[in-house]
């Protein structure tokens, strides 16, 4: 069953609404699409895909185009609801990322993969699809994550503390030459004053979140939270036991690691041994 329109004949879906709006205010404007990114200093195909649906951008798209517009946070609004919508989230990951977006500090370990909000596109495609997503909605679940990403820039961005197995980071991408541009984006949010990257050795011995990945939320009223997943499932933990004894295994993880410094190093040594050119 489609959605009810309102009265004003507007969908109420927020991907197609998010559309609608930024298309209408290009044509009031009296712009085609390379008049636009003219002005914007962008790629004209971005403009067209944005406005076929193919794409809702990032953040810092729609923030971009609430300035050339003046209808500041208006577009930023109906992105971010596009972006809760698209991925048509379980019920407890989206408490969760209702938790993420209000949090002061996130502290997160990685056994699996990079945290998505360190993922760069080429990661999260290659991630998600390995899941089984498949066209459009692929393309919808790439969307929500990479735009989650905007939590950590800006002012007021939480506190972010990633400890990512070496595991993490010897098993590559397919593409060689996305690879390297995981590892360099890496590198370059390691130097974001409210981001701190360690790596956990081989060799480090057993420990409590062997299997686990996790992140623990620190929020405003004093709590904290953690959710743990693995490809099978998520879980939520809010009760203050449980959280403790998860803690004390993250502190356990922390000791063993690599200090951020040294953490670097590795990650450029890393990078060193990725082909420049993607495999044929």
């Known amino acids: 069953m489609s959605r009810r329109l309102p009265v004003t004949g507007k969908s109420q879906e927020p991907r197609e609404r998010f559309r609608q709006v930024i298309k209408e205010l290009r044509e009031a404007r009296g712009l085609n699409f390379r008049q636009l990114a003219d002005r914007l200093g962008w790629d004209k195909s971005l403009l067209s895909r944005l406005e076929s649906g193919a794409t809702i951008g990032s953040a810092q798209v729609a923030m971009g185009l609430d300035t050339f517009y003046g209808t500041t946070p208006f577009i930023l609004t109906l992105w971010e609801l596009a972006i809760a919508d698209a991925a048509q989230f379980r019920p407890k990951y989206q408490q969760y990322m209702k938790y993420e977006a209000q949090a002061l500090a996130l502290w997160h370990y990685g056994v699996i993969r990079p945290p998505g909000l360190l ?23 790439i969307d929500a994550r990479v735009g989650r990403q905007a939590v950590l820039l800006g002012e007021g961005a939480p506190d972010f503390r990633t400890i990512l197995s070496e595991a993490v980071l010897r098993n590559s991408l397919r593409d060689p030459a996305a690879w390297r541009e995981q590892l360099e984006h890496l590198l370059e949010v390691s130097e974001l004053p409210n981001v701190t990257i360690q790596v956990l050795p081989f060799g480090s011995g057993q420990h409590g979140l062997v299997n686990t990945d996790m992140m623990f939320l620190k929020l405003a009223d004093g709590r904290t939270v953690a959710y743990t997943e693995n490809d099978v499932r998520g879980d939520l933990f809010e009760e203050p036991s449980m959280v403790r004894g998860l803690n004390r295994a993250y502190d356990s993880v922390r000791d063993l690691a690599k200090n951020p410094v040294e953490s670097r190093q590795i990650i450029m040594r890393m990078l060193e041994d990725v082909p420049c050119e993607p495999s044929t």
């Open 119 to 141: 993922q760069t596109e080429g990661y999260a495609r290659e991630a998600l699809a390995a899941g089984g997503f498949v066209g459009e909605e692929l393309e919808r679940q």
